[in-house]
T-cell receptor
Framework: EDKVVQSPLSLVVHEGDTVTLNCSYE??????LLWYKQEKKAPTFLFMLTSSGIEKKSGRLSSILDKKELFSILNITATQTGDSAVYLCAVMYSGGGADGLTFGKGTHLIIQP | KAGVTQTPRYLIKTRGQQVTLSCSPISGHRSVSWYQQTPGQGLQFLFE???????NKGNFPGRFSGRQFSNSRSEMNVSTLELGDSALYLC???????????????FGPGTRLTVT
């Protein structure tokens, strides 16, 4: 059964700290890995990763994929209270002539002032 | 541009009933995906429609169905509701035509369904 596991499940840090969120996966016919930030209701897209070793960066956020070891990390540097959210990892895969998408349970990140 | 809109925002139904949820994508977006979010299972993919055709489907029973209209608006229907169907149902739209459908999605605010 395909699965996506995120760790830690929750994390509390102070403003200014750097955090690393982890996502490991086991899927057949991997296509891409996606990161989302969910604050109140709807998730917002952060990154899509398809190739190993190529870092995607957006401001203080960055992410990288390791397709050999089947994991991805999301880094947030100089954290701010506005970074508090649930960070979701999702993996897209191909199978049976169609694509599928499996989400992890998320990492609940709390940034304390 | 107006964002993705979903109606209704809140809904209470009883077991055995059926429900229809509506999603209007961002203007010009042709792909609409539906997700179910529960505290226990997290965010789960239901299905995706593109140009009025279901292109991808998650692992949900046949009680969950959907459709897309020519204006890209989409509806999701759940028949014979069960208590476990209580969840936040999110709709997301994407401008992509072909190729991976699940990135650069724009989510709506969701419909909170409670089944009693």
């Amino acid at each position: 059964e395909d699965k996506v596991v995120q760790s830690p499940l929750s994390l509390v840090v102070h403003e200014g700290d750097t955090v690393t969120l982890n996502c490991s996966y086991e899927v057949t016919n991997f296509r891409s890995l996606l990161w989302y930030k969910q604050e109140k209701k709807a998730p917002t897209f952060l990154f899509m990763l398809t190739s190993s070793g190529i870092e995607k960066k957006s401001g203080r956020l960055s992410s990288i994929l390791d397709k050999k070891e089947l994991f991805s990390i999301l880094n947030i540097t100089a954290t701010q209270t506005g970074d508090s959210a649930v960070y979701l990892c999702a993996v897209m895969y191909s199978g049976g002539g169609a694509d599928g998408l499996t989400f992890g349970k998320g990492t609940h990140l709390i940034i304390q002032p | 541009k107006a964002g993705v809109t979903q109606t209704p925002r809140y809904l209470i139904k009883t077991r055995g009933q059926q429900v229809t949820l509506s999603c209007s994508p961002i203007s010009g977006h042709r792909s609409v995906s539906w997700y179910q979010q529960t505290p226990g299972q997290g965010l789960q993919f239901l299905f995706e429609y593109f140009s009025e055709t279901q292109r991808n489907k998650g692992n949900f029973p046949g009680r969950f169905s959907g459709r897309q209209f020519s204006n890209s608006r989409s509806e999701m229907n759940v028949s014979t509701l069960e208590l476990g169907d209580s969840a936040l149902y999110l709709c997301a739209s994407s401008p992509l035509a072909g190729g991976p459908p699940h990135y650069e999605q724009y989510f709506g605010p969701g419909t909170r369904l409670t089944v009693t």
